[in-house]
């Protein structure tokens, strides 16, 4: 578990690791073809091939002050692809911490259905405002889950999303912009129309380079101190 420079968390936690997404504008996957630290032990092309690491499950259990913890930074934890019993084992840890908050991300929300989180879990999803039909499913998923806290990531922001997704299900949105070579910076009424139509708490990360600094947080519980 590391401290992160993702600004809406304190620390990441990676006990499962790779995707089989493929974005073309994925950090992670990035970072992973570089080959540094554990991702150089692995050829190239498998680096980030999806992978359980048990060794990495016992860590948020040493931190006793809570946290807001991101779990899955490099992965895609809920993809069709991981077993349901890699899930089981997180979770189990996520129960036996009550301290803390932790931050699932996802492209597909479905799998939330399947599993029952206890109340330190904030369940989000992620689009870019690229694929309508695509963004506007996973957004209505989302009406459906569970969750005291339900966010959207909006990174990286490439079109009008607010143009074709419903904001309703969220307690709590984040915007950012795309970074890495041949980033594409945002329109700024593509932001303008998110802050003017949604009226609960936004984060946006400071790779957007915003005038105004704004980076709320949704108000739930006790575990939000880093």
């Not at 802050?195 to 600094?213: A, H, Q, S």
């Amino acid at each position: 578990m590391n401290r992160t420079g993702i600004e809406w968390t304190d620390f990441t936690w990676n006990p499962i690791v790779g995707c089989n997404n493929g974005c073309d504008y994925c950090y992670a996957r990035r970072m992973a073809e570089r080959g540094l630290g554990e991702y150089g032990e692995h050829p190239k092309g498998e680096r980030f091939k999806p992978r359980f690491l048990p060794e990495r499950l016992d860590q948020p259990k040493q931190r006793k002050k809570p946290a807001k913890i991101f779990v899955g930074s490099m992965a895609d934890m809920f993809g069709e692809w991981v077993p349901e019993e890699w899930i089981e084992k997180v979770l189990e840890v996520v129960r036996k911490c009550p301290q803390h908050t932790f931050q699932f991300l996802t492209k597909n929300p479905n799998r939330y259905y399947e599993f029952d989180f206890p109340n330190n879990c904030w369940l989000g999803t992620s689009v870019d405002g690229t694929d309508f039909k695509m963004d506007m499913e996973r957004t209505d998923i989302m009406y459906y889950v569970k969750a005291d806290v339900k966010f959207l990531s909006i990174e990286p922001l490439l079109g009008n999303a607010e143009d074709h997704i419903t904001l309703a299900p969220f307690n709590w949105v984040i915007i950012g912009a795309q970074t890495g070579p041949g980033a594409k910076k945002p329109e700024q009424w593509w932001v303008d129309q998110i802050l003017r139509n949604y009226i609960g708490p936004v984060f946006l990360k400071d790779n957007l380079d915003w005038p105004e600094k704004i980076q709320e947080f949704p108000e739930v519980g006790d575990n939000q101190d880093g």
